[in-house]
């Protein structure tokens, strides 16, 4: 990807932003969405330009760096939210501010040369690193978690996260110049955890997660294998709030599509195939009530 294109997709990215912020509340930075956040956004979008963006693609694209350009039809509809006709409009209405960027005086380019010069040193002094390593086990298996990913969110003093995954064998490594690391880690059948480590004490390098009663019920209901179906749909009923937000999201960034209480647990309370393709993705629970889920039929 040129280096215009990604100054251009930085700005659109930052046009969004203040376009959905003008009438929906969430973090100043994007990069702090979470999924409530995303999904008032996603409805946003297909309320005004009638398009659908996936999760997926959202932390693709919006919440870390991308090393590509959405396809252009996705341009064109992101320009049109903020207010262009299409993509190639909105970049030549910020051609002067690329002018203008590449404009730059005597006087502050050797400034900026000798504190970079300064910068630089100051790395160098200070550039070891210490390097976290951790593998991630399930509670009450005592088994190593790969079957799926999980993810981490590194909080850092006074910048932005950073969101990685683990790799299959469910390890995670990363080096810094801190002596202690702080990170989130998350996964749609165990609990969210906080977690904070000092070098000096990182000798404990397996970190256990709980699992989550929840989403392991859900998960043992779409495996299709429970005879009673009646008894089935009762227990959902009273598992599931009646006025849960339940969203299925499609491969391939196609869209999302919103689900009742009564169709979802129709869907999973009549034995077919697709039972068994059903992945939750995510789920968020109230007074024992499960209030928002989302789910993908692979």
Request: net charge positive; charged share 25%.
């Amino acid at each position: 990807m040129a280096e215009h294109d990604i100054y251009f997709f930085n700005l659109l990215k930052k046009a969004v932003k203040a376009t959905f912020l003008k009438h929906n509340r969430a973090p100043i930075l994007i990069e702090e969405w979470k999924g409530d956040d995303i999904a008032t956004f996603q409805e946003d979008l297909l309320t005004k330009v009638k398009a659908r963006v996936s999760e997926k693609w959202f932390y693709t694209y919006f919440k870390n760096e991308a090393n590509k350009l959405p396809r252009i039809d996705m341009l064109n509809l992101l320009s049109d939210y903020v207010g262009f006709k299409d993509w190639n409009t909105f970049k030549a209405s910020h051609i002067k501010d690329v002018k203008k960027k590449k404009t730059i005086n005597t006087k502050i380019l050797y400034g900026t040369v000798l504190i970079s010069i300064i910068i630089t040193s100051l790395i160098f002094i200070n550039s070891t690193k210490n390097e976290f390593h951790f593998c991630f086990v399930d509670h009450a298996k005592n088994a190593p978690i790969t079957k799926i990913p999980l993810d981490i969110k590194i909080l850092q003093d006074n910048e932005s996260p950073l969101y990685f995954k683990t790799d299959s064998l469910g390890c995670f490594t990363y080096q810094s110049k801190n002596d202690y690391i702080k990170l989130v880690v998350q996964s749609p059948y165990h609990k969210t955890d906080t977690i904070i480590r000092f070098i000096d004490s990182n000798s404990n390098k397996i970190i256990k997660l709980l699992p989550d009663d929840y989403a392991l019920m859900l998960r043992y209901y779409t495996n299709g294998n429970i005879k009673d179906w009646k008894k089935h749909k009762e227990q959902l009923n009273n598992l599931i709030a009646d006025d849960a937000q339940i969203y299925q999201i499609f491969e391939n960034n196609i869209g999302i599509e919103l689900f009742s209480k009564s169709d979802f647990i129709r869907l999973i309370t009549i034995p077919t195939s697709t039972l068994k393709r059903i992945e939750i993705l995510d789920r968020k629970t109230i007074n024992g009530k499960i209030v928002k889920l989302k789910f993908i039929v692979k």
